[in-house]
């Protein structure tokens, strides 16, 4: 689908400068809400969504949503907080989700 006009981009708010570029080349770019805790509060939501995802025709995809998981200590005990690898797709999925999840009407 190509670009239209009310078509609205969520970026990585870290990036004001790259917002500023898509903004100046016409681009309705806005920045995603990030605040302590958002990462985590934002994955829960994910988690309790059903998300399908075509394995042939998005491996990546697919594997990041099926292999990610919570930092694991030595001692084998599941952590709460979120590793900041190997989670490009889902961090743009929370990103294109913002308005949503941030409404907390819908909780997570």
């Not at 920045?31 to 059903?50: A, D, E, F, M």
């Not at 594997?63 to 907080?81: A, C, N, P, Q």
Request: with cysteine; net charge positive.
């Amino acid at each position: 689908m190509p670009y239209q006009e009310r078509t609205t981009i969520v970026c990585d708010c870290a990036e004001p400068k790259s917002i500023a570029d898509l903004q100046g080349a016409g681009l309705r770019a806005i920045p995603c809400r990030k605040y302590n805790g958002s990462v985590v509060y934002g994955v829960r939501w994910l988690q309790r969504r059903r998300i399908v995802i075509d394995p042939a025709r998005t491996p990546n995809a697919y594997r990041e949503f099926t292999e990610y998981s919570y930092t694991v200590s030595k001692d084998g005990e599941i952590l709460s907080d979120l590793p900041d690898k190997g989670n490009h797709t889902i961090d743009a999925v929370r990103y294109a989700l913002d308005g949503i999840i941030n409404q907390r009407k819908y909780p997570a």
